[in-house]
């Protein structure tokens, strides 16, 4: 009587090891699946710092451990844009806002973020090229004297500035601190290489940014030529800067 007593004691505690040991071969698995998918995605900003900054342009330059992407998205001050990763990093300029800006880095479903406060005096106008192909897509800008800021003039004799770079997806930032009066155009041109003749396309316009009577504008399009230029919008400064 004892010995079966044991015996169906020992066979009960296998029948529920088996039982326990089958039911965490199915969850470790799945913990260790869930650790190595937010370690292959885990975001590392190094630049800029959280704190303070004087400097009017500055690097976003970071790492995606792990992470395949050819790009990612960056939203900066609430403009979402595409900007290159190779190797799992990212490494892009940017222009800094007056006052307090936000950088966020977004990819393969997770996200870091940082802030920081710039003294930079304000811009009366800023514009924003970016578009969502490894491709090549320039931003010109051609004030009211019919003097063209671009990739190959970078700083006007008016004080426009070109901030760029020679990477795919890069975007590209034009500003004017002390705008002229007239009337303003924005254009883009297409180059479509590497096999990319179409590129979706979108362009920001900030006038008067970090002030009381800041404008935003937006435009979206899709550029289908090759080495064609687009005109996409004509602006106005009056001559009280309003």
């Known amino acids: 009587m004892k010995s079966n007593l044991l015996f169906l004691l020992n066979l009960f505690l296998k029948t529920r090891i088996k039982k326990v040991m089958k039911k965490y071969l199915i969850i470790i698995p799945i913990l260790l699946f869930s650790i190595m998918e937010l370690k292959a995605s885990s975001i590392i900003i190094e630049t800029p710092k959280a704190g303070y900054m004087s400097d009017q342009v500055y690097l976003i330059k970071g790492t995606i451990s792990g992470y395949s992407g050819k790009s990612a998205i960056l939203v900066l001050n609430g403009l979402p844009q595409t900007i290159p990763v190779v190797n799992g990093k990212f490494s892009i300029k940017a222009v800094a806002s007056p006052g307090n800006n936000l950088v966020e880095i977004h990819a393969n479903g997770q996200k870091e973020r940082v802030s920081f406060f710039a003294k930079v005096p304000s811009k009366d106008i800023k514009v924003l090229l970016t578009w969502d192909t490894p ?38 930032t034009f500003t004017m601190v002390k705008a002229l009066p007239g009337i303003y155009s924005i254009q883009i041109q297409n180059y479509g290489a590497f096999g990319h003749p179409v590129s979706r396309v979108k362009v920001y316009l900030v006038l008067y940014e970090g002030t009381p009577r800041e404008i935003r504008k937006e435009w979206l399009f899709s550029a289908t030529k090759e080495r064609s230029v687009y005109h996409i919008t004509d602006f106005f400064i009056e001559s009280d800067g309003r």
């Open 135 to 172: 491709s090549f897509v320039d931003l010109w800008v051609i004030d009211p004297t019919g003097e063209k800021c671009y990739w190959n003039s970078t700083v006007t004799k008016n004080g426009g500035n070109l901030v760029y770079d020679d990477s795919n997806y890069a975007p590209q």
